[in-house]
């Protein structure tokens, strides 16, 4: 197994896909301004991944003394842990609705979207297709909620910025296009998200980049 002990409190290892919570996570450590190394899994996952994680699952966050392959868990260890960057508000009130939210934003859309994302080999055109209208309705039904702040539901960035920042970069890779006469206010707000440089700079990352339209 790799030993991690020469890293500093601040720097990590990644290992991680080109999927949806990989991005989620280098998006995560790029605006908390802290330095990792990628280790880019293609296909062929190496030996170590399995003592790293029983599951088997991607992204892994490695520290000097800890690893972590939960999404959440990887945003509250980095939440308390690191100060730069905060994206939950100062009072526990505040805080407990931006989790709740974090929470609905990945039961209903994420779900969805892990959906249309599905490995070709396990793809179910069935499902795929109810999650594509379904997803499709929503984004358009909601889209108002966009118009009152620069972010989602917030004047501040937030974990949920940085929950639905991936998923609106992969709508084309999903096969949805938002209307533009319908959902402006959501189309300003994606290209808000998407021209920070903590998202361009969660792309620099991966191999290749300039030559994916979409991950």
Known sequence: MAEFSHLLPTQF???????????VVRLLLEEKRLSYELAFIESERP????????????PILVGRDITLYELNTIFEYLEERHGAGKLLPTTPKERA??????????????KLAHTLLTHPDSFDATSA????????????????????????????????????????YRLPQMGIDL?????????????????????KNSLKTLPNYLDKDTE
């Open 13 to 23: 290892v990644l290992y991680a896909d080109d999927g949806y919570d990989s991005h």
């Open 179 to 199: 209307p533009p006469a319908l959902c402006r206010p959501l189309i300003d707000y994606k290209e808000r998200l998407l021209n920070r440089s903590s998202f």
């Open 129 to 168: 297709a109810h999650a594509k209208k379904t997803l499709s309705d929503s984004l358009i039904t909601l889209s108002p909620l966009f118009t009152k702040h620069e972010y989602f539901l917030s004047d501040e960035f937030s974990w949920c910025d940085v929950l639905i920042a991936p998923l609106l």
């Open 97 to 110: 609705v931006v989790r709740q939210l974090a929470w609905r934003l990945q039961n209903d859309w994420l």
């Open 47 to 58: 030996e170590e991944l399995a003592e790293l994680n029983p599951y088997g699952t991607l």
